[in-house]
């Protein structure tokens, strides 16, 4: 069995998260990192406004010492069009701008030094002389993102020509006011791919066994030690594992480390996994805390070093700053890196530090807004806060003119339209008509693996407390109650479509939202739909809604080294938030009219959540046409006209839902100014990036 991430009775007061250390000569006040993140907004073309809003922001909520998102160290290195250079003035401008404002605001920032190598997406993008761009490598080995494209092995002179780009950009950060650097090894860009004999399949100086496969990094650390000098702080970024079969074994991973420590790093942060892993690592179906024995286990290596003073960060999955204060109080690491926890809460630390978790907006993993868009070139944000990378579009500021607004619907777009309002100084009134928040949130709680999602629904109810915002629960209005408003948020969500199919009024027959909420009887089941949210209540039916008997199940069933890998069953989270017995997943089947199961799901997490049902035993049925609903069974037209009977003591539908919006017609009726947003407004697809958005937007609007 995994063992667990240990509760101290230190962690409500974070005694060691907040006391100082060392990233070589810089003294930071706590040790929670700030790890790198990709915006987009690097590349804005606004003189670094909005990045320096951004970084700004964070470390006005606690932030000591933010590392950028990826800064191409030359034109070769970018990963694609949204991607700055170090070097290029207009870029430059923007960094320098940005490094302002973090210490304006008493923090410091480490640039992150980047290369993709062949990772790079090179569509549209030229190089320095104006002629297509290639990506890099250090061979010529593609990988499945590259649309067949195979990268340009570098020569010698190529590969001197990196080193000194590295270096380079290196002295230009320091120019521009940066306090450290972080050279980006990990995830399985260029100085990882170096390091992989996968990718790596030279046989010179450069590669050929594992000490010639790791010369690239270690000339990179010393070119950029050289660079800066040694009193600079210089950081490396490593995968603990790459979690790629055939690739660079513990072993290697250990001999790097050291090699990089003896070459000067100050610092060494580890995080995990190449984008082209079949193991998940960042999605919400990842246990809190799985990597940190990574972590630990090469901080043995640094200790015994000959430079044991360099300091180890932890990263990946750790989103609550008491499991921080869990993995920091056992004295292995120095520090931890959180990312996108700083975009769904640029206050966390302070929050946290002065222990009023039930604030913190927890991020739930959903890499809908971060992640997803990052991969596309699209603008970055985060679901559950919507102002993330928008500072400048909505700035915290009060209102200028004080309403009074009703918000009827508490689900995530009601919340957040409720919030944003309360912040800005209106008086709010939420009504909802069930007993609890959250909406499809709340339902959402209930699948396994995503328990997270009740965290963002407990910090908006304790924001809006604490704002003096008025809730009521447990009532319904009608537009006779809304008539002193100066305005009204309709967002009153979504119900589940009911289907024209015979048999569907039988009483066996549940909608997905009836079956999250109450259960469902034992026996086989049918889900018919094959969306977003059928694949989440097959998870409901067929995964436990224990974190550390599903942390267990990721250790054995990706292979993962039991002794040291703690799952993680920590008090500061919760199971499911309606405990459910599981049941075979042969027992389960879900039935599509089309080919494609989990459409809606992001493209990172899509495929972690379909994998774990078909590892689970489910069936999935596509190409089906529904005919009819019989005591036991759907009933099912295949390819051919073949009549297939399904076996099904409970039918569960998942197909779609529609607007609650009713009470908009009401209002516009009453001549009641209101404004609709989320499912009320759309309900072709439960959205919630687009709904936290529009009740962002609402507010802004209704009161600006």
Known sequence: MAPVLPTSPESERLGVTMTPWSLGSLRLPHRVVMGSMHTGLEVRDDGGAALAAFYRERVEGGAALIITGGLAVNSEARGGADYAVLGESAADARFARAAQAVHEAGGAISAQLFHAGRYALTDGLVDEGGAPAQAVAPSAVAWRGARGAVPVALDERGILRTISSFADAARTAQRLGFDAVEIMASEGYLINQFCSPITNLRDDEWGGDATRRRRFAVEVVRAVRDAVGPEFPVSIRVSGDDLMPGSSTPSDVDALVLEVVEAGVDAVSVGVGWHESR?????????????????ERLAAVVRSSGRPEVAVIASNRLTDLRDAEDVLVRGVVDAVALARPFLADPDIVQKSADRRFDLVTTCIGCNQACIDRSLFGEAVSCLVNPRAARELEFPRVPSQLRRWVAVVGAGPAGLASAVDLARRGNDVVVFEERAGLGGQFDLAASIPGKEDYAGPVRSWRAELDQLGARIETGRRVDASDLVAFDHVVVATGVRPRVLDLPGIDLPHVLSYERALREGVPAGTVALIGSGGIAIDTAAFLVESGQESIRAESFVRENGLPADGVRGSASPHRHDATRPHPTRPGSSVS??????????GIGPTSRWVAVGRLRQAGVHFVSDAQYRRIRPGALEVEADGGVLVSIPAETVIVCAGQESRGDLAVALDAAGIAYTVIGGALDARAVDAVR????????????SP
């Open 279 to 295: 193991v998940p690592t960042v999605q919400a179906a990842v246990p809190h805390g799985v990597w940190v024995p990574y972590a």
């Open 590 to 599: 879900i039935v599509s009219r089309s080919e494609r199961f989990g459409r």
């Open 691 to 702: 709904a936290t958005s529009e009740g962002l937007a609402a507010s802004r609007l209704i």
